[in-house]
């Protein structure tokens, strides 16, 4: 992939004062300096790959930062890595860097999903919900956003919420509706307001019985 000078200049200006964000995704390895990073990304290192197209997509959005986004984070998806399959779908669900490809999408979220990845198992489980990639499926969005709920993620947490309130993909239940609410609320604010509705239509006894599930799902999926 190559870069024009000007552009690989301003490339390893920005890294050089970027402070690259923790987590599994990067490895545990001492930071790289912005050239090695780039030079470590064109030798094929997944990881570097990953780091550079994540720079890439935090600059103000051009033609050029896009694409450069996009395709480092498809030379790292292809190896294999987990987070940025999940990112590549994202791409070509909103078009960023890339036409708009819903079967694309989906065919990595896929991929991520199978790695054991929450943001992967959330994708495709908004796939299977909204039709989009794949044939609308309430049932298998449902389990694919209990896998991402078990790693805590948030937006799966509200989503099980929703189902379980309106009876998508799962039997219609109150309380374990209020239960996931309740988890997502921990992480992502505004689902206090989906807690306060729940509770607006529920006894006492219902909405204990919600708080206790709650309790038992953290202790057993990430106790501290």
Sequence with gaps: MKQSVVWLSRVIFSLSIMVLLPGEIYA?????????????????????????????????????????AFNWMLAAAEQGHAAAQAEVADFYRTGYGVEVDLVQSAGWYQKSSMQGYAPGHFGLGRMYYRGQGVAQDFKRAYELYQLAAK?????AQAALGYMSDNGLGVKQNDIEALKWYLLSAEKWYTANSYVYYMRQKMDDASVNEARTLAGQFKAENYPE
Aim: hydrophobic share 30%; glycine share 4%; charged share 15%.
């Design 151 to 155: 790693d805590g993620h948030a937006s």
């Design 28 to 68: 545990s390895q001492p930071a790289a300096t912005p050239v090695q990073l780039i030079q470590q990304a064109q030798a094929g290192d997944k990881v570097a790959q990953y780091q550079l197209a994540s720079f890439y997509r935090q600059q103000p959005r051009t033609r050029e930062s896009a694409r450069q």
